[in-house]
């Protein structure tokens, strides 16, 4: 069973930084693209960041220059390392990745979310 597990975040003060982790564990073949999403109750769901599997990227204009991306593709790994944080950028977030399993069709996976909160 393919599974998406979340670490990385927690409390920071604004200007600080926190990386987050997101790996996927299971019969996995391959991964296509890996995305960053964070939700702020009563608000929507919103894309932070993408990386494809060639590793291009591409950012919401709100944490550009901030927030990096990356993935290891040998450790079916992301992370999402997010410098100079404001309270704005407290929120639930989210990891999402477009596997290939070894057998069957691919789907689209959710890590649980992971809580990060930034004080002022």
């Known amino acids: 069973q393919v599974q998406l597990k979340e670490s990385g975040g927690g409390l920071a003060q604004a200007g600080g930084s926190l990386r987050l982790s997101c790996a996927a564990s299971?019969?996995?073949?391959?991964?296509?693209?890996m995305e960053w999403y964070r939700q702020v109750p009563g608000k929507q769901r919103e894309l932070v960041a993408a990386?494809?599997?060639?590793?291009?990227?591409t950012y919401a204009d709100s944490v550009k220059g901030r927030f990096a991306i990356s993935r290891d593709n040998a450790q079916n790994t992301m992370y999402l390392q997010m410098n100079s944080l404001k309270p704005e950028d407290t929120a639930i977030y989210y990891c999402?990745?477009?596997?290939?399993?070894?057998?069957?069709?691919?789907?689209?996976?959710w890590g649980q979310g992971t809580q990060v909160t930034v004080s002022s």
């Open positions: 299971g019969p996995i073949y391959s991964i296509n693209n």
């Open positions: 990386i494809s599997n060639g590793g291009s990227s």
């Open positions: 999402n990745m477009r596997i290939y399993p070894i057998r069957g069709v691919s789907a689209t996976y």
